[in-house]
């Protein structure tokens, strides 16, 4: 699916955002909490602009995504890997942080795709992933939903591929309770979970620190 939307990707983003997404994308990397020189995983990378943001920072950005599609329409100012999520092409501890971008509800095993960023992460090193949520105001809730629903399957059938903006909505019942997901980053060695909303809500970063790790033995967070 995501080899077929590759192309008009981007168009399509900043149209049913309005452009919002960029404001976004900012905020996640600043959650980071990482300085400059940090090597960060853009983890289903898509297109790439996490990667942008994150070269912006100073930070050395690797994207990975499984889609050769995504890839080839991705900005080249990072190197790019084609790979799953759940089986990184990383040592252990390779990286000091990993942001990704509405990517969540696409992975079949979140909780694979975790223990493997707990793999390949440093010790206390960052999260933080950006995702749909829906806003807590019944009024907000219901403009979202139409402009969700409705409008954002429009704006795909008129510039890329209907079916595939169609699943884009409904893929959103994918997404794990807050509950779920906390038990999973605590079964992965995340501790320090956060959540942020942004845009009263439609949109939501959550962070959370690898908990420290000595010679193969796990730290107390
Ligand atoms: C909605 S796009 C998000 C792209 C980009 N992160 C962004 O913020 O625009 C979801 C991405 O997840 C990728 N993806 C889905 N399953 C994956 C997996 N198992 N491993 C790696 N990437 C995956 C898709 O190929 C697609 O590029």
Redesign the pocket.
């Known amino acids: 699916m995501?080899d077929t939307i590759a192309p008009r990707y981007d168009l399509v983003?900043k149209l049913m955002t309005l452009g919002l997404d960029a404001r976004w994308r900012s905020r996640a990397v600043t959650l980071l909490s990482l300085g400059p020189g940090a090597v960060v995983l853009d983890l289903?990378?898509?297109?790439g602009?996490?990667c942008r943001e994150l070269a912006w920072r100073g930070q050395h950005a690797v994207g990975?995504?499984?889609?050769l599609g995504?890839l080839q329409h991705a900005w080249r100012g990072a190197p790019l890997l084609q790979a799953?999520?759940?089986s990184l092409p990383l040592r252990d501890g390779a990286v000091d942080g990993v942001v990704?971008?509405?990517?969540l509800r696409?992975?079949a095993d979140l909780g694979a795709m975790l223990a493997e960023l707990g793999r390949v992460l440093r010790s206390h090193g960052r999260i933080s992933f950006l995702e749909v949520s829906e806003p807590a105001s019944p009024l907000l809730r219901a403009g979202h939903s139409v402009w969700f629903r409705h409008v954002v399957p429009l704006i795909g059938a008129a510039f890329s591929d209907a079916a595939s903006y169609r699943y884009l909505p409904e893929s959103v019942a994918y997404l794990p309770s807050a509950e779920e997901m906390d038990g999973m980053l605590a079964a992965a060695g995340f501790a320090d979970v956060r959540r942020y909303d942004l845009s009263g809500g439609i949109v939501r970063i959550l962070t959370a620190t690898r908990r420290g790790r000595q010679d193969g033995v796990e730290e107390a967070a």
């Open positions: 995501f983003n289903a990378c898509g297109t602009d996490l990975v995504d499984l889609s995504m799953d999520a759940v990704s971008g509405f990517a696409n992975f």
